[in-house]
């Protein structure tokens, strides 16, 4: 380095006095040009600096003196941390630590103040109603508390200004959370420790000096004025020079050395699904609980999603919106059926819906068109029955395997033609239900021609059988005697006994005591304990 003069003092610098420091910052610092005998935290050729305090994003709320961290988005909580934010005091810093040791908890802060709240509130649907509080709300607040949907925030006051009131959240509450202890908290930041240039007027154009960051947590290097030059991560060297001197702040242009397998390039390539372990890109299933219905969308991508409420809904984002290979794992972690629906024309294995079951989970993919394919079905120990619910019209319907994996099977809709069902050719067991209406049959089959087949009557249900050729009605074996038979009692339109040539006739009861007769489901006569009851007489011989 060629000497240099300072315009003030007269003093001449040489190479000796400036070539190399090793600085380590605890707080936002201030750099010295070598001049008039400064020998600490002297502007070198060379400087190695380590940040003791890194920055550091989450939500918390402040009562007095004590700051409540409630959720912690990245870095770590630390002493020593200045803190910004809407309404927190210049110069808050953060002193001691109380029941947080870098994530949620409680610290201390150097200057008392009141800022988010804490409250009384109920939620149904978007509304907050909010009837006790300390302190004060404002839109962007996490509202956190028992039952209450994760990354749930305000998004405008309705009748309340602040205070008690009403308020819109971001996300609809299924059904209505009662009046319950909540907090509402900021997003709070305590941003990187600052190392700051001296006045470029004390120094010529050309002045320069490599910074080289040899510690863990990232800092900024900013002019005279707290203005950032650069912001320089772990593992990073920049290159600063002045290029204009005619202000105290000055011009600096920088030059970056060292990013090429630094973490710092790590972090930056992490996307949805990854995460930067030191120089490295891991793959990262970020979990979320979910206790409301919710539409899942792009940044959802390799989320691992926990319905942990009762009967709900999870809606899928657009496949072609979010394009192919986008995915999640959904489990139910719930006390109800979680059912998982698609948008628009997508589909799910070729179905309009899937549902889990308690304890089940899956995997689901995006195919970037028509919908979504599943795979890593974790079928519940405790609950092995799901349901296929199909509207049908006519025609041949060939299931295909993730539909013919459903055990319990519906069928409605009105039939224009006979319905045929063909199943696959394997060994399972269904019990089916016929809801159809129209003057046409539903018959089920396999593919195997010659193959037995079934035609389910309907308004009822049975269970059939398929051993991967035939369909066979299972309540429709032969046995060699029945000691005894119970029977629904029936109507005129549906006989509790009715035959397969004609299910519009047979016997029912129409009152104790009684046994009727019905006739293409009209009431034909009855006996009972006094003799027999013909309402339209005897056709033909005597009586």
């Known amino acids: 380095m060629t000497t240099y003069t300072n315009p003030f003092t007269g003093q001449t610098i040489s190479p000796s006095q400036v070539s190399y420091e090793s600085l380590t910052i605890s707080a936002n610092t201030t750099l010295q040009w070598p001049v008039n005998g400064n020998n600490s935290n002297v502007v070198a050729n060379i400087i190695e600096v380590t940040a003791t305090i890194g920055s550091a994003s989450f939500n918390g709320y402040i009562t007095g003196s004590t700051l409540t961290v409630t959720s912690v988005t990245s870095g770590t909580v630390a002493v020593g941390q200045t803190l910004t934010g809407s309404g927190i005091t210049t110069g808050t810093t953060i002193t001691a630590l109380g029941t947080g040791t870098g994530g949620v908890g409680t610290y201390t802060v150097s200057v008392s103040q009141t800022i988010g709240a804490t409250m009384t509130a109920s939620l149904s649907g978007t509304l907050l109603t909010v009837t006790a509080i300390s302190g004060v709300l404002a839109v962007g607040q996490l509202i956190q508390g028992s039952a209450v949907a994760n990354n749930l925030t305000i998004t405008a006051f309705v009748t309340g200004t602040g205070g008690t009131g009403t308020y819109t959240v971001s996300s609809s509450t299924s059904g209505t959370l009662g009046s319950r202890a909540m907090t509402a908290s900021p997003v709070l930041s305590a941003p990187a420790l600052m190392l700051e240039m001296p006045s470029a007027q004390q120094v010529s ?255 009822s249900s049975v269970i059939l059988i398929c051993d991967g050729t035939n369909v066979y009605n299972a309540t429709s074996g032969a046995v060699t005697t029945i000691t005894s038979l119970t029977l629904g009692n029936g109507s005129t339109s549906v006989p509790s006994l009715k035959f397969s040539g004609d299910l519009n006739t047979g016997l029912y009861l129409p009152s104790s005591g009684q046994l009727g007769f019905v006739v293409g489901n009209t009431f034909a006569g009855y006996f009972d304990s006094t003799g027999f009851y013909a309402f339209n007489g005897i056709s033909g011989g005597t009586f």
């Open 205 to 459: 154009v050309g002045q320069s000096v490599l910074i080289r960051n040899v510690g863990s947590n990232s800092f900024t290097v900013t002019d005279n004025s707290g203005n950032t030059i650069v912001s320089i991560a772990s593992g990073i060297a920049d290159y600063i020079y002045l290029t204009n001197n005619s202000t105290t702040n000055g011009t600096w242009s920088t030059v970056t050395f060292g990013a090429g397998t630094s973490s710092a390039n790590a972090s930056t390539l992490a996307g949805y699904g990854l995460i930067a372990t030191g120089s490295q890109l891991n793959q990262a299933y970020p979990l979320t609980g979910y206790y409301s219905n919710a539409t899942l969308d792009a940044t959802n991508r390799s989320n691992f999603v926990v319905w942990q409420s009762g009967v709900g809904t999870i809606t899928l984002p657009s496949s072609s919106v979010v394009g192919n290979n986008w995915f999640a794992m959904i489990r139910n972690a719930g006390s109800g059926i979680l059912t998982i629906n698609p948008v628009g024309t997508d589909t799910i294995d070729g179905n309009s819906s899937t549902q889990l079951q308690l304890t089940e989970s899956l995997v689901i993919v995006s195919n970037g068109s028509t919908g979504f394919n599943t795979f890593g079905y974790g079928r519940s120990n405790t609950f092995a029955y799901t349901q296929l619910a199909l509207t049908v019209t006519g025609g041949t319907l060939t299931e295909t395997s993730s539909q013919a994996a459903n055990t319990i099977q519906e069928f409605s809709g009105t039939l224009g033609s006979n319905q045929i069902v063909i199943l696959p050719s394997t060994v399972q067991l269904y019990s089916v239900t016929n809801n159809t209406t129209g003057s046409f049959n539903l018959t089920f089959k396999t593919s195997v021609v010659g193959g037995a087949t079934v035609t389910v009557p309907q308004s």
